[in-house]
């Protein structure tokens, strides 16, 4: 049964270059509103603060000053660059926010692809590594020209994260934040059910490969489809591990479902990273997934019910 008085009010809006909607419940339509603009504004704010196409971001200015001086970071960047620490220590190198200028490297845009050189990965990994970055509370420095910061790998699950935050603090207490795939979800539905999240076939761009049941929580994907080329029959995709420069292959996509997007995302991504070793990175995180393998093969730990929604 529907809580009472809540009626359903569903948003669409386009942002970090993909479209995304936000689903609330609430008493009238003037609270779901003021809730649901609060919300966009600010996943349009990280876009503009964090996104390396705008001169004026934090980001920006981060790069351009690269192999020279310092620059001032706020508390929100200083937490970024903490979790990204994390995450490269947690993926032993394979994370890196300086892997971003391996993009020159590998075009996914280009038509007829191409592979790039041993020279060209080589020369481009030069310009990579985390643990060169100099930063405190209060700045940071990119020591090597060319050096790049880039935080898409967190960025749009931080995002989704702050959205829901911002719904709360609105009253909504059921609601859905969905960013191009990458869900949380606020409570339960408003009948007190679990919410179901459909997890995308790997394979099928319009098929849903499993559904899984989320309370009060996030699901988060990283897969090999969304950005890739073929070449001689193999599949290249976006996700570098950034200790080689190279695309992984393990496996066609990995499904985490978290307290937050941010920590779902990130194990997402780092379970594509680990390659033939993410099952026990994973279980050794505690971490809920479903992952599924080049050959079609499924492993984790997570329930979910077969191709519905």
Known sequence: MLAAGLEAYRYAFAAMASRHELHAWAPDRAQADA???????????IEAKYTRYRDTSVTSAINRHAGGDEVPIDAETVALLRYADRCHALSEGRFDLTSGVMRQAWDFKRRPPRLPTDAEIAALLERVGWPRVEWDEHSIRLPRPGMELDFGGIGKEYAADRAAAILREHGIVHALVNLAGDVRVIGTRPDGTPWRVGIQHPREPAGVFATVEVVDGAVATSGDYE?????????????????????????????VVADLATLAGSYATLGMLFAA????????????????????????????LRGTS
């Open 277 to 304: 070793d993410a099952p026990a990175f994973l279980a050794g995180q505690g971490a809920h997934y479903l992952a599924i393998a080049a050959d079609g093969t499924m492993a984790g730990n997570l329930p979910f």
């Open 35 to 45: 809730a649901a603009r609060a919300a966009i504004a600010d996943v349009l704010r």
């Open 227 to 255: 950005r890739y080329f073929e070449v001689d029959g193999r599949r290249y995709c976006h996700l570098l591990d950034a200790r080689t420069g190279r695309p992984v292959a393990h496996w066609q996509s990995v499904s």
